[in-house]
């Protein structure tokens, strides 16, 4: 087995900065009573005005005032975990959550599906800074070597046990992940790096240290299992942004809309599912949420579709207060099938999947306006075919029918090539006053267009055009 770590070492500080339109912006998240506050990360924006984690808020204020805070909440970094291990259960069975602000991922039976690690890497580390999330990235044959690693380095992957043992040796005693009071009892020993304590008798070890202490070496090595709980992805998306200001146009929703949709997206495909139907909740200072249904007629998760059917819904919803916060959930999560296509399909510019662009359609002019076709039990074209509003309608596909079908018949004076099929008689609606007793063709014209036109049975033996077949 191998194991990517992928460490999140400013998860807190990116779950805000992505909600925000500028993250270039000098931004600190804030912790500690309200007597005494402290700064608990800051961008690299912040930190070129001097600001330093840990530093007081008062004293960072005496230095600079042009920057934003935010409050610090462990309960966000668990969040953003959680949903990152939902788009990296994408690539591997086997994620994990052990360690904090960072993923395991089994990586050794996915190399054959996503190709060799390199390539593997980059596909990674391009959807991680496209989510907004700094990372870094480290393989070991091992997860709590790949853990420690990510201590030291960026980019390592180790494919060894012997090579592991090397790299580990030259780490310096405070970056293996061993405790405080181990790390000061080692450095005061004058041991300085990994590979001076491992040349240790391991009983001296046992005598002078803690129970955890040798375990954690044994694990470095490869000698003692890590025991892992696997993660499962969870059955329904449910995440929430609160904004930093109220918001009253549609205009400033669209950015944290955009980030939900990506996000629900990245879960979606580590889920391999699709969804159908999902809600917004705009969350107000006081009141009831407005809420902004979404549905679709079959399971989607392209990103960009999803946007744009939310943002139409959104556009034509009133909003009577200023928004606060904005919730995603998506409780119907059903399996999706991509479209198929041939490796060598030519697809021309601009052009969209006809899927695409009925849920466009329907976000844009409303549910009812773009329907399908349904039959009811009636041989009368004019009442056999019905709007039909759910995917599942079906259309009777043993009689041959145009595809379109006109309004109602017209005399058809044009000239007959041939007649292909016919006379189909339909006699019908004799008890609801509609009656009918017509034969019908399928007949080409010289122009090779294809009707479907009938004669009133007993009537002058004109031709009435039904409708057209494409």
Not at 269 to 279: C, I, K, M, N, P
Request: contains cysteine; glycine residues 8%; charged residues 25%.
């Amino acid at each position: 087995m191998r194991w990517a770590c992928i460490l999140l070492p400013r998860l807190a500080l990116d779950g805000v900065l992505r909600r925000h339109p500028d993250p270039e912006a000098p931004l600190a998240l804030i912790t500690g009573a309200s007597q005494r506050r402290v700064l608990h990360a800051v961008n690299p924006s912040a930190r070129a005005l001097g600001l330093r984690a840990g530093q007081s808020l008062t004293a960072a204020q005496a230095l600079s005032r042009d920057f934003t805070i935010h409050g610090y909440d462990p309960r966000d970094a668990e969040r953003w975990q959680r949903l990152l291990a939902a788009w990296a259960y994408r690539y591997s069975s086997q994620v994990s959550l052990h360690y904090p602000r960072a993923l395991l991922v089994e990586i050794a039976s996915s190399l054959a599906l996503f190709g060799p690690w390199p390539r593997f890497e980059a596909r990674l580390r391009e959807e991680l800074a496209a989510l907004g999330f700094t990372h870094r990235i480290n393989v070991a044959p091992n997860p709590a070597a790949a853990r420690v690693l990510g201590n030291a380095h960026d980019g390592l992957a180790v494919a060894s046990q012997e090579a592991l043992k090397d790299v580990l040796g030259a780490l310096p005693v405070e970056r293996a992940g061993l405790p405080r009071d181990a790390v000061e009892a080692l450095s005061r020993m004058g041991l300085r790096r990994l590979d001076q304590v491992l040349a240790l008798p391991r009983a001296t070890l046992t005598r002078r240290f803690a129970p955890e202490v040798i375990r954690h070496l044994g694990e470095l090595l490869g000698e003692w299992p890590l025991a892992l709980e696997s993660y499962l992805p969870p059955d329904e998306f449910d995440l929430r942004l609160e904004l930093n200001f109220e918001v009253s146009s549609h205009q400033a929703l669209l950015f944290p809309l955009r980030r939900l949709i990506g996000d629900l997206a990245a879960f979606l495909a580590g889920r391999d599912s699709g969804v159908q139907r999902f809600t917004l909740e705009l969350e107000h200072v006081k009141g009831a949420p407005s809420l902004v249904p979404v549905g679709l007629l079959g399971a989607e998760r392209d990103p960009g579709l999803l946007f744009e059917l939310a943002r139409g819904r959104l556009e034509r919803t009133r909003v009577g207060a200023p928004v606060r916060a904005v919730r995603l959930t998506a409780r119907e999560l059903p399996p999706f099938a991509p479209e198929r296509r041939e490796l060598f399909d030519a697809r021309p510019q601009q052009s969209q999947p006809w899927e695409q662009l009925r849920e466009r359609l329907r976000a844009r002019l409303g549910d009812h306006a773009v329907h399908g076709l349904g039959t009811v039990g009636d041989h009368r074209p004019e009442c056999a075919w019905q709007p039909a509003f759910l995917s599942s309608a079906q259309l009777d596909g043993a009689r041959l029918r145009p595809g379109w079908l006109l309004a109602r018949p017209i005399p058809f004076d044009v000239e007959v090539a041939g007649i292909l099929a016919g006379p189909e008689r339909i006699e019908s609606g004799w008890w609801d006053g509609g009656d009918v007793r017509r034969d019908y063709y399928l007949i080409e014209t010289r122009k090779g267009q294809r009707g479907w036109v009938y004669r009133e049975v007993g009537g002058d033996g004109h031709y009435w055009l039904q409708g057209w077949f494409g």
